[in-house]
């Protein structure tokens, strides 16, 4: 009985030694996700979009989730080898991104996967005054004729994660009557923004048959 002990006592330690030896990865797939090379801005709280990273041949076959931060980046640590990136099926602003990326790594790789938008959103203006006014504009894209607009989003945070969950103010509204669009939110009611010593507000644009919006780059206002 000792005898069995003992020997079930010695696997238990080399088996936590194994544990405890394995090796990380510490390579690095990185990119952005784009639109005619250049990165869009998303939502990057609770892990909303995602890109999947498979390993062919990999006995499991599971993909690695790959989640994409607001500035449109991500970064995953893996080993080297040979890898599948596609994008999450119906997942993000733009027409569902079927497209494979096939990346050979040895060390690091840095690659854009590009997509098409319904809408993107260009030179954004978001300015709060001394009267706690916030006025802005910016001009809404259709990138897709056959796009229809959901709601446009005016949000302001308390921090500089800016989305349709995180933020402390929110306005939607359903149509704009041309491309290019103000706003001007009344704030001096709220007592949230009275006591903030930062503020950072954003832009969301979300299609018809979306599951996000896509967004303007994040503006600090106060």
């Not at 009985?1 to 936590?16: A, P, R, S, V």
């Not at 890898?83 to 990346?103: E, F, H, Q, S």
């Not at 916030?134 to 500089?160: D, E, H, M």
Request: charged share 15%; glycine share 6%.
């Amino acid at each position: 009985m000792k005898n069995i002990i003992g020997l079930i006592f010695l696997f238990l330690m080399i088996f936590g030694c194994g544990k405890d030896n394995y090796e990380e990865p510490q390579s690095t797939i990185s990119g952005n996700i784009t639109f005619n090379g250049a990165p869009l801005n998303l939502k990057g709280t609770a892990q909303s979009i995602q890109l999947q990273l498979y390993q062919p041949g990999y006995q499991f076959n599971a993909h690695i989730p790959v989640y994409v931060t607001q500035d449109g980046s991500f970064k995953a640590k893996v080993f080297d080898g040979n890898y599948k990136l596609i994008a999450r099926n119906n997942n993000g602003p733009w027409v569902n991104a079927t497209d494979t990326m096939y990346v050979d790594l040895k060390g690091s790789a840095n690659i854009n996967y590009e997509v098409n938008p319904y809408f993107l959103i260009n030179s954004a203006s978001l300015t709060l005054s001394s009267d706690n006014k916030l006025t802005g504009n910016f001009t809404i894209v259709k990138n897709v004729n056959s796009a229809n607009l959901q709601y446009y989003s005016v949000l302001v945070s308390k921090t500089s994660f800016v989305d349709d969950v995180s933020n402390f103010y929110r306005k939607d509204y359903s149509s704009y009557s041309n491309s290019n669009v103000n706003v001007l939110e009344d704030l001096s009611q709220n007592e949230q923004l009275k006591s903030a010593p930062v503020l950072f507000a954003r832009i969301g644009v979300r299609a018809e048959g979306a599951d996000q919006a896509i967004y303007s780059e994040v503006i600090k206002i106060k």
